[in-house]
């Protein structure tokens, strides 16, 4: 048995048989043959093309069944590929010439198809390297026997293990039958761990070791209130884990605030508790954890994973599907957000070095008008359906929102000439997330109908600690004070100019913050659905005032771990008995 230790980022206790996702890194061994031996590679290379056809013709069925016709038709790329006979007969050549290996004949043959490829002035071709890639992969992992595992395995409940889990992996696994997450790398804003709270399964990233200790089909314990994961344990650490599990779905129960009380103090003042949503698995949430609305949509995830960019008609059957299901409360669309860590397959862009700091949200979509444009125009059309609104991501300058406003002004030009509907007073938001756009945030009130403060990226920006890199994870802290300053004078400055301003970071889930996010006078929290009801009782339990004082204190503190003691020590105070149940587990 051995207990590894990493970054709790899902609470919860998850036990099952771990799946190890391979990471897709090949080593291609380069072997001399002998002549009696190559008819025996070019067997092995045949009945790899043939295995590989069969596996792609499966999956094309499924999708057909589970997505329709137009999606499976991806897939026709990849099967001409493992027919394409000038590029079979030169990986012949090598072996019978060369006298290599079947693995190396076959990647050397692909590299050169790709290079040919990549030198075309042609679009299209150069945009099929993607499937050549994928196929290869697959013809690769046939040939090593490299027990590469991937998601369409996870056929029953196990715990998923992997390096990393790229979004679109996230997005497209099988979520029933995830038991647990665990990650080598990531913090607690990586999008592996929202995904993982939004849907509450137990998740522990920041492992660093984690795929080098557990292997497919181990026993394994993910504690994801501890941050702890336990590889083989002994029967007894088992039982003890199971007892934890029980007790930990016992004291969720126990938050049972009914749906419909709204989130309002002892002292009479309102705040808007909303949710985050990010796949549509967790559009029932918002209903069930009693959220007043999606005060966070983020829209990448309707993107994410497709061959081809979805278009204007398919982004808006998505988005009035969300804005129906949600009615009467309301949505807040964010335009996407991609770069960072979260990538399209089409446009395709050259990697950075410092992503999170690059080519990401509006800084892309300003760069790519038709991409924009039919989202915003999506976006319009559904604000006839439902209470829409739509917000701009990662703005840190005035210009960037005033371009932003004036192409969706062009949109709606476009829409009323088309005869299209729309709502012509749609509410426009701006995100604060970068410390410029928090210092500027009495010119961008002037031109918002409303902020929402997203503290994920505002901490990793102001305290220059990447959110996802477990290795600076202990200095990413909510509580530092210099955010705290930073969101106290957004909300003077919203205020002020009279726009309301939320919060749709994670920490506005966490119900110690909340109480300080309360005092501190936000208007709106947006969290992961399951975080609601225990957020809602929490500040039915208090008063605003009190929380106006403590968080003025709060506020003044030199350090993250001294603000977080005196936020403790204050609501032990005012909850009481309630204390351990709402704020601490
Ligand atoms: C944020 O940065 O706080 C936020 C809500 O956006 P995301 O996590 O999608 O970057
Ligand atoms: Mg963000």
């Known amino acids: 048995m051995i207990k590894l230790k990493g970054i709790a980022a899902s609470s919860g206790v998850g036990m099952g048989t771990a799946l190890c996702l391979g990471r897709e890194e090949f080593t291609v061994p380069k072997e001399k043959i002998s002549h009696e031996d190559i008819s025996r590679e070019i067997y092995r290379l045949e009945e790899a093309l043939i295995e590989t056809r069969r596996q792609i013709t499966t999956l094309q ?9 137009d999606h499976a038709k991806i897939f026709e790329a990849h099967l001409l590929v493992l027919e394409d006979r000038v590029l079979i007969e030169d990986i012949i050549q090598q072996i019978k010439n060369k006298k290599v290996n079947v693995e190396y004949a076959f990647w050397q043959s692909i590299k050169k198809y790709i290079d040919a490829l990549l030198k075309l002035d042609d679009d299209y071709l150069r945009e099929r390297v993607v499937d050549i890639e ?8 046939k040939l090593l026997k490299k027990d590469v595992t991937n998601l369409g395995d ?6 998923v293990v992997a390096h990393d889990l790229s979004p679109t992996q996230t ?63 002994t029967e007894k650490v088992f039982k003890d884990y199971q007892r934890k599990s029980e007790r930990f779905v016992k004291e969720m129960k126990a938050i ?11 002292d009479k003042r309102k705040i808007i508790v909303s949710a985050n949503i990010e796949l549509p698995e967790e559009l029932p949430l918002i209903e069930e954890y009693g959220a007043e609305g999606i005060g966070l949509y983020r829209t990448e995830y309707v993107f994410l994973g497709k061959r081809q960019l979805p278009d204007e008609e398919e982004q808006y059957r998505a988005y009035v599907n969300v804005a129906k299901k949600v009615a009467p409360s309301s949505v807040i669309i964010r335009t996407i957000d991609i770069g960072g860590d979260k990538f399209l397959s089409q446009p395709q862009v050259p990697k950075e070095m410092s992503p999170f700091l690059g080519w990401r949200a509006i800084r892309f979509c300003l760069a790519q008008p038709d991409i924009f444009k039919a989202q915003l125009r999506a976006i319009l059309r ?96 909510p509580g530092h004070p210099a955010v705290l ?23 506005a889930g966490e119900s110690l913050f909340a109480f300080l996010l309360l005092g501190l006078g936000l208007d709106e929290l947006s969290m992961p659905p399951p975080s609601v009801p225990r957020v809602k009782e929490l500040i039915r339990s208090v ?42 587990t």
């Open 61 to 69: 069925k499924k999708i057909a069944q589970d997505l329709g016709f």
């Open 171 to 233: 997005a497209s696994l099988p979520k029933e039958n995830v038991l647990a997450f665990v990650a080598d790398v990531g913090g607690r804003t990586s999008h592996t761990a929202i995904i993982a709270r939004s849907l509450r399964i137990p998740a522990v990233v920041g492992l660093e070791v984690a795929t080098r200790n557990i292997k497919s089909g181990d026993r394994v314990i993910v504690d994801g209130s501890e941050g702890a994961v336990i590889v083989q344990p």
């Open 485 to 507: 300053r930073l969101i106290a004078s957004v909300v003077k400055d919203a205020h002020n100019n009279n726009i309301w301003v939320g919060m749709c970071g994670e920490m």
């Open 543 to 584: 008063k605003y005032e009190d929380a106006k004082l403590i968080a003025e204190k709060a506020v003044r503190l030199s350090t993250a771990k001294d603000v977080e003691r005196y936020l403790q020590d204050e609501l032990r105070k005012i909850l009481k008995d309630n204390f351990e149940r709402l704020v601490m």
């Open 154 to 159: 996870l056929k029953e409940k196990m715990v």
């Open 382 to 477: 559904a604000s006839a359906e439902g209470e829409v609104k739509v917000m701009f991501p990662m703005i840190s300058g005035l210009e960037e929102l005033t371009e932003a406003k004036k192409i969706l002004e062009e949109c709606k030009r476009e829409l009323r000439r088309e005869g299209k509907k729309f709502n012509e007073s749609i509410s426009v938001g701006t995100m604060i997330e970068v410390p410029s756009a928090a210092l500027i945030a009495d010119a961008l009130a002037k031109e918002s109908h409303f902020f929402s403060i997203g503290t994920n990226d505002l901490i990793q920006y102001s305290l220059a600690v990447d959110r996802a890199n477990e290795k600076v994870a202990y200095l990413y802290e």
């Open 256 to 266: 049972t605030i009914p749906k419909i009380l709204k989130a309002k103090t002892q």
């Open 134 to 141: 994928d196929v290869s992969r697959r013809v690769l992992r």
